[in-house]
């Protein structure tokens, strides 16, 4: 069982930047996959970007390429997600997920490969 916790959302203005963070617990957060979802209002969810076990691979959606960057801090088991350059339309619910199945070669974009979820948090950028 792995709990997830996500803090960090807000509203800020367009070209602002924010950082979300996601606290895990339960089991080795050294060991699995972590990605961010987002799910705007009448949308479905969708991928923003993973990070394999130990960081040195990461993969984003093209939307946020360029903009978003993935980390994670195994010692704090946490995962963050640094928002820059944000867009009204990066306005949406952030979700972090664990995968507990991946690898750094097969880690997805699909929301089906993830096991466990957290609550969201809520990100709302003005323009």
């Known amino acids: 069982q792995v709990q997830l916790v996500e803090s960090g959302g807000g509203l800020v203005q367009a070209g602002d930047s924010l950082t979300l963070s996601c606290a895990a617990s339960?089991?080795?957060?050294?060991?699995?996959?972590m990605g961010w979802f987002r799910q705007a209002p009448g949308k479905e969810r969708e991928f923003v970007a993973a990070?394999?076990?130990?960081?040195?691979?990461?993969i984003y959606a093209d939307s946020v390429k360029g903009r978003f960057t993935i980390s994670r801090a195994n010692a704090k088991n946490t995962v963050y997600l640094r928002m820059n350059s944000l867009k009204p339309e990066d306005t949406a619910v952030y979700y972090c997920?664990?995968?507990?199945?991946?690898?750094?070669?097969?880690?997805?974009?699909?929301?089906?490969?993830?096991?466990?979820w957290g609550q969201g948090t809520q990100v709302a950028v003005s323009s």
């Open positions: 997920a664990a995968d507990l199945t991946s690898s750094y070669a097969t880690m997805s974009r699909d929301l089906t490969e993830y096991d466990y």
């Open positions: 990070i394999s076990w130990g960081g040195s691979r990461t």
């Open positions: 339960g089991r080795t957060f050294s060991s699995y996959v």
